[in-house]
């Protein structure tokens, strides 16, 4: 008995999410994110090209994270907006991918220090999600008045509109941070 001929697997990716690779054509370009059967790069311009996985020609030059891990966090990104438990909402803008923000200190002879966009994106965001939980802990908390809850709820308030100042970041308006209205509003 004789077996069937294995199929070739499909070539997976090689190079994780924030990778900056070098593509014959293109140039330099950072993997933003996956698809089924290639990477998707932001090049100069904010112009991102799709690559297959099996491309031979791409080449890494500063590596960053897991493939597989990463792989696996996008799906269960994707799951969770399916189902309106993460905000997908909260992208950010594509002229922000693959940037840098430069801290640039006032004292001479101290080194600046460049943060990836992304990983601060990521940190912003975690502090939103942080404020809203603080958010709900308040409102059901069943000790506080309701004098008390508000006052608290202003805090957290005017926490969103310190925050305002990073709204350039956001792809989407409504992903804006809000902080409080003028009077009358």
Same mark, same amino acid.
């Given at each position: 008995m004789s077996e069937a001929p #294995?199929? @070739? #697997?499909? @070539?997976?990716p090689k190079f994780g999410l924030g990778s900056i690779v070098a593509h014959p054509a293109f140039g330099r370009g950072r993997v933003v994110a996956y698809e089924a *059967? %290639?990477?998707? /790069?932001? !090049?100069k311009g904010a112009e991102t090209k799709h690559v297959s !996985? %099996? !491309? *031979?020609? =791409?080449k890494g030059e500063e590596l960053a994270g897991d493939p597989q891990v990463d792989r696996i966090k996008q799906a269960m990104r994707e799951v969770l907006s399916d189902y309106g438990w993460l905000d997908v909402d909260l992208e950010m803008g594509q002229r922000w991918v693959g940037g840098t923000m430069k801290l640039v200190p006032g004292r001479e002879g101290t080194q600046p220090k460049d943060i990836p966009l992304d990983a601060f994106f990521k940190k912003l /965001? %975690?502090?939103? *999600?942080k404020l809203r939980l =603080? *958010?709900?802990k308040i409102n059901n908390h069943p000790k506080l008045t309701d004098e008390e809850k508000l006052e608290l709820e202003g805090y957290i308030t005017r926490s969103y509109g310190s925050l305002t100042s990073f709204n350039a970041l956001f792809a989407e308006k409504e992903s804006y941070f809000k902080g409080q209205t003028g009077k009358g509003e």
């Open positions: #294995a199929t @070739p #697997a499909k @070539p997976g *059967e %290639g990477y998707v /790069i932001l !090049f !996985f %099996g !491309f *031979e020609n =791409l /965001i %975690g502090v939103r *999600e =603080l *958010e709900q």
